[in-house]
């Protein structure tokens, strides 16, 4: 059985992130669909805003994003690292996320991700040597009933067996796959 692991943020790079005016923009059209005094709440919509740009989610920009909603960053580290969809270290082209909730793990989830695991020669939060894939795990992902599951960007790959992840991860590597 794998153990739960949380994300640490990397501390790769501390420099001061200045996000462009159009992501700015971008953030003030959210912070302006909540109620006066309750930015906080836009925080969630932020760091995808901040996640499609930069592809995770760094610590110099979750101080950002502090910043804009005059909040300690300490409030943006906590959502970003209690929802396994934020990437807090860089990642791969394709970010793998293998549920591992109770129903998945009754069928399989624990040797889907062993057999990631051995044939992409990464641990679970680790990214291949190409840069191409980044294994990860996620609480359920809402398709209990396809298990085991995983998601790929926006995309959901149902009921897996090694074999089938073979021809995933094949047809990730040609680009046989539209994100
Ligand atoms: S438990 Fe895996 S999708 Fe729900």
């Given at each position: 059985?794998?153990?739960?692991?949380?994300?640490?943020?990397?501390t790769?790079?501390?420099?001061?992130?200045?996000?462009?005016?159009?992501?700015?923009?971008?953030?003030n059209?959210?912070?302006?669909?909540?109620?006066?005094?309750?930015?906080?709440?836009?925080?969630?919509?932020?760091?995808?805003?901040?996640?499609?740009?930069?592809?995770?989610t760094?610590?110099?920009?979750m101080?950002?994003?502090?910043?804009?909603?005059?909040?300690?960053?300490?409030?943006?580290?906590?959502?970003?690292?209690?929802?396994?969809?934020?990437?807090?270290?860089p990642?791969?082209?394709?970010?793998?996320?293998?549920?591992?909730?109770g129903?998945?793990?009754?069928?399989?989830?624990?040797?889907?991700?062993?057999?990631?695991?051995?044939?992409?020669?990464?641990?679970?939060?680790?990214?291949?040597?190409?840069?191409?894939?980044?294994?990860?795990?996620?609480?359920?992902?809402?398709?209990?009933?396809?298990?085991?599951?995983?998601?790929?960007?926006?995309?959901?790959?149902?009921h897996?067996?090694?074999e089938?992840?073979?021809?995933?991860?094949?047809?990730?590597?040609?680009?046989?796959?539209?994100?």
């Open positions: 059985m794998h153990n739960m692991k949380i994300e640490s943020p990397s790769q790079d501390s420099t001061p992130i200045v996000f462009s005016a159009e992501m700015i923009a971008e953030i059209s959210v912070i302006a669909m909540f109620p006066e005094g309750k930015s906080k709440s836009a925080i969630i919509r932020i760091l995808h805003i901040v996640q499609t740009h930069y592809r995770w760094s610590v110099p920009a101080n950002a994003v502090a910043e804009i909603l005059n909040i300690q960053p300490i409030e943006v580290y906590e959502v970003a690292s209690f929802y396994t969809m934020f990437h807090l270290n990642v791969g082209n394709y970010v793998f996320e293998v549920c591992r909730t129903p998945c793990m009754i069928v399989g989830s624990d040797d889907i991700i062993a057999y990631i695991e051995e044939k992409l020669n990464v641990k679970v939060g680790g990214t291949t040597a190409d840069g191409m894939f980044t294994l990860k795990t996620a609480e359920c992902l809402g398709a209990c009933g396809y298990a085991p599951v995983l998601q790929c960007q926006y995309k959901f790959h149902e897996l067996t090694k089938k992840v073979d021809e995933i991860i094949e047809a990730y590597r040609t680009a046989s796959f539209v994100n």
